[in-house]
């Protein structure tokens, strides 16, 4: 039983290092094309989430949206996603 707690306890250490490893000035460098999940890798979950199509038998759209944080202070970073894809990315100076 301590080798599966030492294995869980490990795991769940190098998730949550790998959590913190998130720069939010990686939100700059984000491009059409990616895929969600890897924005999701590289800059994080988002901070909020909006259906604009979630009809069956279509391609979901939505939009994720960052709040300015520590290391991209001032900006709100809004991605747009169609089919788990970057369609579009706005960014803009939230004051």
Request: charged fraction near 25%.
């Amino acid at each position: 039983m301590p080798i599966k707690t030492a294995l869980v306890s490990c795991a769940l250490l190098i998730a949550s290092a790998g959590a913190a490893a998130v720069d939010a000035r990686d939100r700059g460098f984000l491009s059409k094309g990616t895929p969600e999940g890897e924005v999701v890798y590289k800059i994080g979950k988002p901070d909020h989430e909006a259906f604009i199509v979630n009809v069956k038998g279509q391609p979901e759209e939505k939009t994720w949206t960052y709040f300015p944080a520590d290391r991209d202070p001032q900006t709100l970073t809004i991605i747009t996603l169609r089919a788990g894809v970057v369609i579009n990315i706005e960014r803009k100076i939230a004051r």
